[in-house]
C-alpha cells in the first residue's frame, strides 16, 4: 500500500509539473503573438502591416502600393532602431516556433523530474528552454544584418515586403532547393524525434540542459532557416506568411508524414520560384 501511495504522489507530482510548463509555454507564446499583432512597437498595427504589404507584390509594385508606400518613410538605421528590429525577429521566432518546440520541452521537464528522484540535480526547465530561443536569437541578429542591407538596395521596400521579381524568384528557388537537401532532413529529424535526441544528447546540471537546448535550437534554425527567410519575400511583418510558417513548421515536425511535407514543399517552392523568373530570362 505503501508503495502505490508514492506511486500516486510521484504521478500527481509529475502532471502538475505539466501543467506549469505547458500553462507558462501558452503564457509566453500567448504574449509574443500578442506584441506581434500590436505591431511590435513599430508606430501600427500588424494588421496594417499586413495590408500595406499586400499593396506591393515580389513582381513589382501596383500603383496603389507605390500610394501606400509614399506613406512609410524609409527607417533610419540608428542602434536603437536595429535593437528594436531585432526584437521583434526574435518574438516573433518564439511565437512562430515555440509551439513546434513544446514536445521536446515538456519531455526534457519529465526526463528531469524523474533525473531528480534518483538523486540527481534539478535543473529548471526555463534554461533548457532559454537555450533553445537562444539559438533563434542568433538567427535573428542574422535576419536583422540581412533586412538592413536589403533596405539599404531598395530590394527591400519600407513596408518589409520585397520589390524585385528576381529577387522573389531566387529566394523561392533557394528555399526550394534547400528543402530538398540531406542536412535540412538531418536537422528535422532531430527536431521530430524528441526522445532520440534527449537519449542522445542529455548533459547532467544547468549548464547541460543550456547546452542541450542551444543544441536543439540549432538543429531547428538548421531545418527552418530557410522558410524563416521567406518572410523577405512575402512580407516581414505580413500576418498571412507569419501564421502560414508556423503552421507548416509545426506540421512539419509533428505529423507522421511531416518529412514528405518538406519535400513537397521543396518542388512546390521550385516551380513558383522557376515560374517568377521565367519571365525575368
Not at 501558452?26 to 500590436?38: G, K, N, P
Not at 507584390?57 to 500603383?63: C, F, K, L, Q, R
Not at 528543402?179 to 532532413?185: A, D, G, R, V, Y
Not at 501564421?243 to 517552392?269: D, M, N, Q, R, S
Amino acid at each position: 500500500m505503501k508503495t502505490v501511495s508514492i506511486d500516486a504522489t510521484l504521478e500527481a507530482v509529475i502532471r502538475r509539473d505539466r501543467v506549469v510548463v505547458i500553462t507558462a509555454l501558452f503564457a509566453v507564446i500567448a504574449l509574443s503573438w500578442a506584441y506581434l499583432l500590436a505591431g511590435a512597437s513599430m508606430g501600427m498595427s500588424a494588421f496594417e502591416m499586413t495590408r500595406m504589404s499586400q499593396l506591393g507584390t515580389a513582381g513589382g509594385v501596383s500603383e496603389g502600393g507605390m500610394a501606400g508606400m509614399a506613406m512609410v518613410a524609409p527607417a533610419v538605421w540608428t542602434p536603437g532602431y536595429a535593437a528594436l528590429m531585432f526584437l521583434m525577429w526574435w518574438i516573433m521566432m518564439v511565437a512562430m516556433m515555440l509551439p513546434s518546440a513544446a514536445p521536446v520541452i515538456l519531455l526534457f521537464a519529465t526526463v528531469n523530474r524523474k533525473q531528480r528522484d534518483t538523486g540527481q540535480p534539478y535543473v529548471a526547465t526555463s534554461i533548457f528552454t532559454f537555450g533553445y530561443l537562444a539559438a533563434w536569437a542568433g538567427f535573428s541578429l542574422v535576419a536583422v544584418i540581412l533586412q538592413w542591407g536589403f533596405e539599404l538596395t531598395g530590394i527591400l521596400s519600407p513596408t518589409l515586403v520585397a520589390t524585385n521579381a528576381t529577387f522573389g524568384g531566387v529566394l523561392l528557388l533557394a528555399a526550394g532547393i534547400y528543402q530538398l537537401t540531406p542536412i535540412k532532413h538531418a536537422c528535422l529529424r532531430h527536431c521530430r524525434s524528441p526522445l532520440a535526441f534527449l537519449g542522445t544528447h542529455w548533459r547532467r546540471g544547468a549548464r547541460g540542459a543550456l547546452r542541450m537546448g542551444l543544441m536543439h535550437g540549432g538543429f531547428c534554425v538548421g531545418c527552418c532557416w530557410f522558410l524563416m527567410g521567406l518572410m523577405f519575400f512575402g512580407g516581414v511583418m505580413n500576418l498571412y506568411w507569419i501564421a502560414g510558417l508556423a503552421l507548416f513548421v509545426l506540421c512539419e515536425k509533428t505529423i507522421p508524414a511531416g518529412h514528405w511535407l518538406g519535400y513537397a514543399t521543396g518542388v512546390v517552392l521550385l516551380v513558383w520560384g522557376a515560374g517568377m523568373l521565367a519571365p525575368v530570362f
